[in-house]
């Protein structure tokens, strides 16, 4: 007699859109943590530098204007280096 045709003979494939992704969890922690030390200096710069024109004695006004420029550089700093947007060049 003819075998029933829901039987298969050797252990079942995956099919090739079920693959599980390539890059890992462990990946993307890594390139956060990277990101957070190359984006630290820009920080620590910015911050050291309205430090220094507080004590300078000058307006405080200068010192607060320049910390938006400063938070912005080291959030596009984080967010390319996080995404790996430099790698597809």
Do not use: C, H, K
């Amino acid at each position: 007699m003819a075998q029933p045709t829901n039987e298969t003979e050797g252990p079942e494939e995956p099919m090739a859109g079920s693959e599980p992704p390539t890059e890992s969890v462990g990946d993307s922690d890594r390139n956060r943590r990277q990101a957070a030390l190359y984006a630290l200096p820009f920080l620590a710069l910015g911050v050291g530098n309205a430090i220094l024109i507080l004590n300078f004695g000058l307006e405080p006004l200068w010192a607060f204007a320049q910390l938006p420029p400063i938070l912005f550089t080291t959030a596009l700093t984080y967010i390319v280096f996080s995404t790996d947007f430099l790698d597809d060049r």
